[in-house]
């Protein structure tokens, strides 16, 4: 029996375009496992600020302490790599007005979402931009004086959404996140063929 010189190769006669070997590895590379995994270094991460005045004329002050709880990531079906996470913060409020302090427990819940990207020379980029005060949302239980009220005078929603907003923006661009948003694939062949060679 001659050989076709002509004839698929047994390994080539499955069809799989380039596009469909690239959606396959965008989605083995990055999983709700791997976003997971860069974002627990935000677990626990300390929160404090304040004291800050805020209202008409610094009318009154605010300082929060609490910490950010497990986030959690979903995927989000689509032409895109796509993937929603919700960020838990706990915080315990100290609002302080005509010389007496208030207290609130606070639950807040900062929506991020992202976006796997094909960035040269061949990486993967995950895009996660920066929350905005809408991105947050803020449940707030008073002790004694009732938040409604203390809100009137001091918008403790408002300053709490975008002070969030801003430390979530500041966190997920520092280093050891960043690294871990963006995949060098080049550079993982490369080491993968050198270490077996």
Known sequence: MTHNPDAPSPESRTEYSYEAFGRDFFETAVTTDRIQAALASLTGNAIDFGPRNVGPAGLASIKAKGEIREPSVSSVEGDLIQFSVVIPIY??????????????RADLRAKLSLTARAKRPLHVFIDIPAPSEKDVEVKIEAQGLRASVLDGVADVDGELRRF??????????????????????????????EDTA
């Open 164 to 193: 969030v907003a801003r430390y979530i923006a500041k966190e997920i661009e520092k280093p050891n996140i960043r690294s871990m948003r963006d995949i060098d694939v080049r550079r993982a062949l490369e080491k993968n063929w």
């Open 91 to 104: 915080l315990e409020l100290t609002v302080r007005l005509a010389a007496h302090d208030h207290r609130f």
